[in-house]
């Protein structure tokens, strides 16, 4: 058993075939042929005399042992990240490459608040976005395809590190004339999950929405889905069903304004916080504290900052 003949770039075709469970996928991402990336795997247990991946013909699953090798790998490649970044010349956080991930129900709303102060003021910055759930993100940040998930609460995984960006309070979304619009602020006890348009299983902002409901009416049998917040808005343009948004998904001038009342909550600590979330290995900590110090100072006031 060896690893002298291992090198970072060994590390990194592990943990890019361990994260996407795909050689081919992991070849055309790490620019080598499959054969090459096969065979190079192939060596890799070898040398470590060790099976990390079971393959067959229609799948690849990670061993037991593999997944402490993988571990490790990534840990290896954070340290070695930080190294870089120690000794480039260029010394000021935003810059290089970065790759963030973001929730679908909040990066639409809140990247255009702070993509324009990024562009000016690190002009050196390489910034790659990607949109998904939550669960896929993270998983992505863990392998290290993501450096900066920004996500809601609860983020359970230990070797994160989060900080806490802000809180947003949810608005209630009713069509026009509907007969909850006829009191405000609304009380969420007016509120019914079966009369409710949620996402799509997979979106955390479902079950966020609908815990607002109180308990014994949270039964949703009826209740719709939709694939995105703007889909969600449409369905509730028909002029029936309602739902909670996130503050900024609403905007300065709501879409559908003549079709939608947006109304608030009688309670204003309902709502979602949102977190900034690296590996705790990671070499980005300042990037970290310089992206959320930008993304507080272009908020509008009515979130929390905490």
Request: proline letters at 6%; glycine letters at 4%; hydrophobic letters at 40%.
């Amino acid at each position: 058993m060896s690893v002298k003949h291992l090198n970072l770039r060994d590390l990194t075709y592990v943990c890019t075939v361990a994260e996407h469970l795909s050689f081919g996928k992991a070849a055309t991402l790490c620019a080598i042929s499959q054969p090459a990336m096969s065979s190079r795997i192939q060596h890799i247990e070898e040398q470590l005399a060790c099976r990390i991946f079971e393959r067959s013909k229609r799948s690849v699953l990670i061993t037991e042992k593999g997944r402490k090798i993988v571990a490790l790998s990534r840990s290896i490649l954070d340290t070695a990240e930080s190294i870089d970044q120690l000794t480039r010349n260029e010394t000021k956080p935003l810059t290089g490459e970065l790759k963030i991930g973001i929730i679908s129900t909040l990066g639409p709303y809140l990247m255009p608040l702070v993509l324009g102060s990024l562009a000016k003021n690190f002009p050196n910055l390489d910034l790659q976005l990607t949109e998904g759930l939550t669960e896929n993100l993270l998983n992505s940040l863990i392998a290290g395809s993501l450096d900066i998930v920004i996500a809601a609460k609860p983020v359970a995984n230990h070797n994160l590190y989060c900080v806490d960006l802000f809180f947003e309070p949810f608005v209630l979304a009713a069509p026009k004339n509907h007969p909850l619009t006829a009191a405000q602020p609304i009380a969420t006890s007016q509120l019914n999950g079966e009369d409710m348009i949620l996402l799509e299983e997979g979106h955390c902002l479902s079950g966020q929405a609908l815990s607002v409901c109180p308990a014994e009416k949270r039964r949703a049998d009826k209740r719709l889905h939709a694939t995105s917040l703007e889909t969600l808005r449409h369905m509730i343009a028909t002029g029936k069903n309602y739902s909670l948004l996130p503050y900024l998904a609403v905007g300065r001038n709501p879409p559908l304004k003549s079709l939608i009342d947006y109304l608030p909550l009688a309670d204003n600590s309902l709502g979602r916080t949102v977190v900034l979330c690296s590996r705790k290995s990671t070499g980005r900590k300042a990037d970290c504290e310089e992206l959320t110090k930008l993304i507080r100072r272009h908020l509008p006031k009515e979130l929390t900052i905490p």
